[in-house]
């Protein structure tokens, strides 16, 4: 089954909206990374954040290990923020990072 | 700094037709090299990890094939390309668990 769960799938926000993404996961976890994939593909290391609660500018991120979820909080979404946002969980003994299906933002002026 | 590179950035092939992708990494010794795949509104897929010069494993096959000719290279290649195979390839590399991305290569294959 799906091992890691992102809500919701898509998110519609008027600029200045906060945004709150969660990631859940069905299996124990070593860590977990938050990227923003550009509409091109690429990827963007947004946190890594195996576990608490990390804060760069109007990013904050929130992992329980306990409760096998994290989230990724925006707060005063602009619209260079849209875009898809994943996350992907390493689980214990295992080299294989699995990625979440990703929610797509949308920040409208 | 590290630095990850890529090639091509994008590729237009044949079905039937060989293909050989490619990953440098810069400036670190001995990382952790990863190969990716998505398809066109899909999940991020790993495809093979390697954690030294020739050894590589696989993760999902996809009729594809990686190797690891030297330290900071990676490689990604099949004899044969099928429709499926279309999508985005990314590398990344690790010090440890977390992961840094390439720009990626974007292949169809017609």
């Known amino acids: 089954g799906q091992q890691v769960q992102q809500s919701p799938t898509s998110l519609v926000l008027q600029e200045g909206e906060n945004a709150e993404l969660q990631c859940n996961f069905s299996t124990s976890l070593n860590s977990m990374q938050w990227f923003y994939q550009r509409p091109g593909g690429s990827l963007i290391s947004v946190f890594y954040n195996p576990s608490g609660t990390k804060q760069s500018g109007r990013l904050t991120s929130t992992t329980v290990i306990k409760e096998r979820r994290s989230s990724l909080h925006i707060s005063s979404s602009q619209i260079t923020d849209s875009g898809t946002y994943l996350c992907?969980?390493?689980?214990?003994?295992?080299?294989?990072?699995?990625f979440g299906a990703g929610t797509k933002l949308s920040v409208k002026p | 700094a590290q630095t990850i590179h890529q090639w091509p950035v994008a590729e237009i092939k044949a079905v039937g037709s060989p293909l050989s992708l490619g990953c440098t990494i810069k400036?670190?010794?001995?990382?952790?090299l990863y190969w990716y795949w998505q398809a066109t509104g899909g999940t991020l897929q790993q495809l093979f990890y390697?954690?030294?010069?020739?050894?590589v494993e696989s993760v999902v096959q996809l009729n594809l094939s990686a190797s690891r000719p030297k330290d900071d290279q990676f490689i990604l290649s099949t004899e044969k390309l099928l429709l499926s195979h279309s999508g985005f390839y990314l590398c990344?590399?690790?010090?440890?668990?977390?992961?840094?991305f390439g720009p990626g290569t974007r292949l169809t294959v017609l």
């Open positions: 992907a969980m390493e689980r214990v003994n295992n080299n294989a990072p699995r």
């Open positions: 390697s954690i030294t010069v020739g050894q």
């Open positions: 990344a590399w690790s010090p440890d668990y977390e992961q840094y």
């Open positions: 400036g670190k010794s001995s990382p952790n």
